[in-house]
């Protein structure tokens, strides 16, 4: 299985930066694509960010030039730098991946737990 553990969540005033990261373990074989979803208060969860393996990425029109998603293969992690923070972002973010176990079986989807970030003055 996988394991997913992410970090960086809290409480931020609005034009504020945070950092989250979520590193995978487990017995994997291949993460595909990485990303960060997100889910507020009485709505939908929606994708944020997401990254290809080869570093192609994809962005919430509500986020881009905002928010950058970098990931390290090597140490099966992906980032999601959020700058000028506004409380519409406030919400819980979830890591995503698409991971292999085993060489020639399809990838599976699996979620992080979560992590509250928190926009308010």
């Known amino acids: 299985q996988v394991q997913l553990v992410e970090s960086g969540g809290g409480l931020v005033q609005p034009g504020g930066s945070l950092r989250l990261s979520c590193a995978a373990s487990?017995?994997?074989?291949?993460?595909?694509?990485m990303g960060w979803y997100r889910q507020a208060s009485g709505r939908q969860r929606e994708l944020v960010a997401a990254?290809?393996?080869?570093?192609?990425?994809n962005y919430a029109g509500s986020v881009k030039g905002r928010f950058t998603i970098s990931r390290d293969n090597a140490k099966n992690t992906v980032y999601l730098q959020m700058n000028s923070l506004e409380p519409e972002d406030t919400a819980v973010y979830y890591c995503?991946?698409?991971?292999?176990?085993?060489?020639?079986?399809?990838?599976?989807?699996?979620w992080g737990q979560g992590t509250q970030v928190t926009v308010s003055s």
């Open positions: 990254i290809t393996r080869g570093g192609s990425t």
């Open positions: 995503n991946v698409l991971a292999t176990l085993r060489f020639g079986n399809n990838p599976d989807t699996y």
């Open positions: 487990g017995s994997i074989f291949r993460i595909s694509a």
